[in-house]
Nanobody, 115 residues
Framework: QVRLVESGGGLVQPGGSLRLSCEAS????????MSWYRQIAGKEREPVAS????????NYADSVQGRFTISRDNSKNMVYLQMNNLKPEDTAVYFC????????WGQGTQVTVSS
């Protein structure tokens, strides 16, 4: 079965950086696009970044463009989200999503940006 396990969340000061990781299993990772979403408390989940199956193209939400970078390693079935210059408004639970015929979600990892 599809399994997605996120890691790397935590508490960071404004302006700091974090790198989220997602380990995927149960499907042919190299053939599927992957995404990161986030859910800010009290709000709907929103897309943050997506990457094609080969890693050749990526898209970002306007709110993170220029600060976040999505990448993947198909040899390791891993997808990453490098987050730089973090702001308090980036505080959220971040989810890894596998874009199969249906979307499959990880359990999420909390990112808190606070001084």
């Amino acid at each position: 079965q599809v399994r997605l396990v996120e890691s790397g969340g935590g508490l960071v000061q404004p302006g700091g950086s974090l790198r989220l990781s997602c380990e995927a299993s149960g499907f042919t990772f190299s053939r599927n696009a992957m995404s990161w979403y986030r859910q800010i408390a009290g709000k709907e989940r929103e897309p943050v970044a997506s990457i094609t199956s080969t890693g050749g193209n990526a898209n970002y939400a306007d709110s993170v463009q220029g600060r976040f970078t999505i990448s993947r390693d198909n040899s390791k079935n891993m997808v990453y989200l490098q987050m730089n210059n973090l702001k308090p408004e980036d505080t959220a639970v971040y989810f890894c999503v596998a874009r199969l015929s249906n979307n499959y979600w990880g359990q999420g990892t909390q990112v808190t940006v606070s001084s």
